[in-house]
């Protein structure tokens, strides 16, 4: 009999547990609907918005349908059947404007400032009837482009009329268009079709002849809209941001900022929140700052992409050296270590402190294959980078003394300026016998004031007899040394490729070659033709193209 009263209280516990449960509705167009379909890659915002949820204690209930205005949603009874669900202390997310604007659909079509806001007063009133609370939000933003690179705005007036209607009814605004169209700069104009649904013919079995659509979204898109909407609602204090965490289950983006503003606070944290072997790419994105310590990038998380706010502006410094870390190998006396494969850092500095003649010490270590580095600067002396694997690296600038780029790897540097700070070698190409070792095109070698001469490359051709390095139109200031390469050794030279072509003084004025190396040489025309195309030099088994 006493089991009976037990169970009683159990059954109540329960029935509180259900009651405090905090339901989220959502309401608007197409860009925030739930898609069906899973076999085609349209999602809406509201879809992916659970993914934020922070347990149990709130539901997303998604009433957001394709081609609805706020007219529409009305006039279908759409409105009435969230009134009938809606429960005290429950969410409305308001977002329309995309078919309000279509004055050539008239059951569509809701002038701005009438009916259109009419309609948002009734929605937040009818809202607050409930006991529930309404959350209004600005339309999306589309992927519109101008010829000249600017994004356009393709809602005008309905953005104004949103912030009006909230600071006149006292909602909160979720400033989506704002966050979004910035979501799309950043990207630019090519890499922002990822966050829509642009797919070439025979890529889609729902669109066998491609599809090119600038206003609904990829999943990315709809997972990092439905982010910025978590964000907007942590950013305004609201007491929904209990119920929802800024970072995704599985989260394919996360912003990292030192002063706390980002999701977390250091770069190796955010290396740490993405799931092991993940198939799908994550973009890091760092804000403006210092970060102090190493980061590694471990060979289970693969595809990562770092993005520095700015170049000079995002700087990694950290102090690891051979002297400091004695056995630990070259991932130990290197700043940012990466193991695995897929990875591409862009638009940030990475500076190993190290001093002069504080021994081998590396800025950039990469182990991983089919990597990119794009628009960033290197510092460190000795062995600032080592590049194993296939890398690209464009528009960067790199400065030490001794062997500055060196390793095992297939490496080609495009439009980078290598600044040597004191006497040494530029290179060091350990790749092996039949491999592309180090190709530079289109580069500068300047020097500091205290450099006297520095070599193009040196190699141990004992050891490694296929090395390569080829200099491709480089310019060279007169620190280069008219012997300018530097080989040791007797055996197996006929394996050796140092290949020069085109090379000019930092005027732009053609160098004399007479007096090079012996065992260095002009690119044959077919060499030459290979060297100069990244696509094809880095192609291997897998097809990879760097420059897509």
Excluded at 32 to 57: F, I, T, V
Excluded at 328 to 357: C, M, Q, Y
Excluded at 512 to 530: K, N, V
Aim: glycine share 8%; net charge negative.
């Amino acid at each position: 009999m006493k089991l009976v009263p037990l169970f009683a209280a159990l059954v109540c516990v329960v029935t509180s547990i259900h009651a405090a449960t905090t339901t989220i509705h959502t309401i608007g167009d197409s860009t925030m609907a739930d898609k069906p379909r899973l076999e085609h890659p349209e999602r809406g915002w509201g879809q992916l918005l659970p993914e934020y949820l922070a347990g149990r204690s709130a539901v997303v209930k998604n009433y957001a349908m394709n081609g609805r205005s706020s007219k529409s949603f009305i006039d279908e009874g759409r409105w009435a059947t969230v009134l009938e669900n809606l429960a005290a202390d429950d969410w409305v997310i308001i977002q329309f404007g995309h078919n309000d604007q279509k004055d050539q659909s008239p059951d569509r079509y809701a002038a701005p400032d009438t009916d259109y806001r009419a309609n948002l007063v009734r929605f937040v009133r009818e809202t607050r009837e409930k006991g529930a609370h309404p959350i209004l939000a600005t339309s999306v933003a589309r992927r519109r482009w101008s010829e000249a690179g600017e994004l356009i705005d393709t809602h005008g007036r309905y953005l104004e009329v949103v912030r009006e209607v909230g600071a006149a009814e006292n909602v909160p605004v979720l400033e989506l268009a704002e966050r979004t169209a910035d979501m799309i700069r950043r990207r630019g104009v090519e890499r922002s079709k990822d966050f829509f649904l642009w797919f070439e013919p025979g890529v889609l079995q729902t669109a066998p002849k491609g599809l090119q659509d600038d206003t609904h979204f990829s999943k990315l898109g709809a997972r990092r809209v439905a982010g910025l909407a978590v964000e907007e609602i942590h950013r305004l204090g609201l007491p929904l941001a209990q119920h929802l965490r800024l970072l995704p289950r599985d989260p394919d983006f996360v912003v990292v900022a030192a002063d706390g503003s980002g999701h977390v606070k250091t770069i190796q944290a955010a290396i740490e929140s993405v799931q092991w072997h993940r198939a799908d790419p994550v973009e890091i994105f760092i804000k403006r700052g210092r970060y102090e310590g190493r980061v590694v990038v471990p060979r289970e998380r693969p595809n990562l992409h770092f993005v520095g706010e700015d170049r000079d502006g995002v700087v990694i410094e950290a102090l690891a050296n051979e002297r400091l870390q004695p056995g630990g190998g070259w991932p130990a006396r290197s700043a940012f270590v990466v193991e695995a494969d897929d990875v591409t850092i862009e638009n940030l500095t990475i500076r190993n402190t190290t001093p002069k003649g504080g021994s081998q010490a590396e800025a950039l270590y990469v182990n991983g294959d089919r990597c990119v580095v794009r628009n960033c600067a290197f510092y460190s002396f000795q062995d600032t980078l080592n590049l194993s694997g296939r890398v690209y690296v464009e528009n960067c600038y790199v400065e030490g003394d001794v062997d500055f780029a060196w390793g095992y790897g297939s490496v080609v540097f495009k439009d980078c300026e290598l600044k040597a700070v004191h006497d040494g070698y530029y290179v060091q190409s350990r790749n092996a016998v039949g491999r592309v070792g180090m190709v530079f095109i289109d580069c500068t070698l300047s020097a500091g004031p205290e450099t006297q001469r520095c070599w193009l490359a040196r190699i141990e051709v004992d050891r490694f007899p296929g090395s390569e390095v080829a200099w491709i139109r480089c310019r060279m200031g007169p620190h280069i040394p008219a012997e300018g390469w530097i080989v040791t050794g007797n055996e197996r030279k006929d394996l050796l490729r140092f290949l020069e072509h085109g090379s000019m003084d930092l005027a732009g004025n053609p160098i004399d070659l007479a007096g090079r190396h012996s065992d260095a040489r002009p690119p044959t025309a077919e060499e030459l033709e290979l060297l100069g195309d990244p696509a094809r030099l880095f192609a291997g088994s897998d097809g990879w193209q760097p420059l897509r």
